[in-house]
């Protein structure tokens, strides 16, 4: 099997996407990102015919924000204040898992 890594980062503001080894080649019109606009640039990648793609999403210096598997499927990542992971969300905001970060003997609410 086959593969390739795709890499799409940013730099002062400006994306830039990188296949494999090199500098990186700019993306034009893009100078402003958040979630679903990173969601929007990589859609084509995941459509491309006889791949199987998975994508991620990260936000520097704290972790992944989202991972979409071959089916389509979204996981988003979320982290407290400390940049812990706090919540694992499907594509409809559902928590899948909350990881709290408490004292063995402490009691946590894990409904809150």
């Known amino acids: 099997m086959n593969s390739l890594i795709i890499l799409l980062f940013l730099l002062n503001s400006k994306a830039f996407c990188q296949a494999g ?13 958040d979630e679903n606009t990173l969601q929007i640039i990589l859609s084509p990648l995941r459509n491309i015919a006889n791949a199987v793609t998975t994508t991620y999403t990260y936000m520097p210096f ?3 924000s989202s991972k979409t598997v071959p089916t389509g ?9 400390f940049e812990r992971l706090f919540f694992v969300k499907d594509e409809k905001g559902n928590i899948l898992k909350k990881i709290s970060y408490n004292y063995a003997s402490q009691v946590v609410n894990c409904y809150q």
């Open 73 to 81: 499927t979204i996981t988003f990542y979320e982290y407290d204040g």
């Open 21 to 33: 080894a090199g500098s990186g080649t700019p993306i034009p019109n893009y100078t402003d990102f």
């Open 62 to 64: 704290i972790g992944v």
